[in-house]
C-alpha cells in the first residue's frame, strides 16, 4: 500500500505562484510513474502533469510554460510548481502515483485562483 499526504494549495491571486507537494509512504519501492490531475467543478478529472521515474514528463497543453512537475526520488515525493495562474486552474489537485501496476490517489488539495 502506498500513502499519499499532498500539501500546498490555498487561495492566489491571477498571475501568482504556488508549489504543490505530495509525500508518499508506505510500500514506495518501485513507483514508477507519479503525476498531478485536478478537477473543476462540474469538470471531469484531468492529468495536469505527469512525471517517471526516470524523469521525464509531460503535461497538459493548457499548462505548458506555466507549471513544473519534479520529483525527489530519495524522499518519494512529488512537486508541482505553478506559476502565471489563471482563474481556470482553480481546481481540486490530486496527486497520483502508479506502482506496480496499481494506481494511489492522494486525497486532493483545493487550488483556488481569483483577485
Known amino acids: 500500500q502506498v500513502q499519499l499526504v499532498e500539501s500546498g494549495g490555498g487561495l492566489v491571486q491571477p498571475g501568482g505562484s504556488l508549489r504543490l507537494s505530495c509525500a508518499a509512504s508506505g510500500s514506495t519501492f518501485s513507483i514508477n510513474r507519479m503525476a498531478w490531475y485536478r478537477q473543476a467543478p462540474g469538470k471531469e478529472r484531468e492529468l495536469v502533469a505527469a512525471i517517471t521515474s526516470g524523469g521525464s514528463t509531460n503535461y497538459a497543453e493548457s499548462v505548458k510554460g506555466r507549471f513544473t512537475i519534479s520529483r525527489d526520488n530519495a524522499n518519494n515525493t512529488v512537486y508541482l510548481q505553478m506559476n502565471s495562474l489563471k482563474p481556470e486552474d482553480t481546481a481540486v489537485y490530486y496527486c497520483?502515483?502508479?506502482?506496480?501496476?496499481?494506481?494511489?490517489w492522494g486525497q486532493g488539495t483545493q487550488v483556488t485562483v481569483s483577485s
Open positions: 497520483n502515483v502508479l506502482r506496480l501496476l496499481r494506481i494511489y
